[in-house]
């Protein structure tokens, strides 16, 4: 005998990748929520992705708990660069700014860069960009109607 493997005790759970069938299933043919594409080169395949990029949610990492909202479809482009994003995220616990991408009117659709434990990454662009555009349409809309108002009635 030249070696003996030791094999130690983990004191953490570990999270599990592993997403279930019907999951799979229900987005494997879907665009791109980031790009809009679903194509068949390598970086464009659709891979289903964990919205929330710490993986640290026991009750996503279980299969029988796991919920249809807690993931979305991305292209392996849009997934590899998510996946750096949230590992510079969670390194600093600043979170990225949406405004990095032109035409993105705010940061944030919850929160600010900085994360914490009680938003998770949800506010993060890159966590849910379809949620971050509803809620950009909801703010515009109400800053025009605010501003309207204003116009109109002044400060009454």
């Not at 796991?66 to 969670?90: G, M, T, V, W, Y």
């Not at 809620?135 to 108002?149: G, M, T």
Request: glycine share 6%; proline share 2%.
């Amino acid at each position: 005998m030249d070696r003996i493997r030791l094999q130690g005790f983990k004191a953490e759970l570990s999270f599990k990748q592993n997403i279930r069938k019907d999951i799979r299933d229900f987005y494997k043919d879907k665009n791109c929520v980031m790009l809009g594409i679903c194509g068949k080169s390598e970086n464009t395949k659709i891979e289903i992705d964990h919205k929330d990029g710490r993986k640290n949610n026991q009750r996503i990492s279980d299969t029988k708990t796991q919920k249809l909202e807690d993931f979305q479809p991305l292209s392996k482009a849009a997934n590899d660069a998510k996946r750096q994003i949230c590992k510079l995220c969670k390194e600093t616990n600043k979170r990225w700014k949406a405004r990095n991408i032109q035409g993105n009117p705010y940061d944030f659709y919850r929160g600010d860069e900085d994360y914490t434990e009680e938003l998770g990454c949800v506010g993060c662009y890159q966590y849910d960009p379809v949620e971050y555009r509803k809620e950009s349409v909801r703010r515009i809309a109400k800053e025009a109607i605010d501003f309207i108002l204003q116009k109109i009635y002044g400060n009454s």
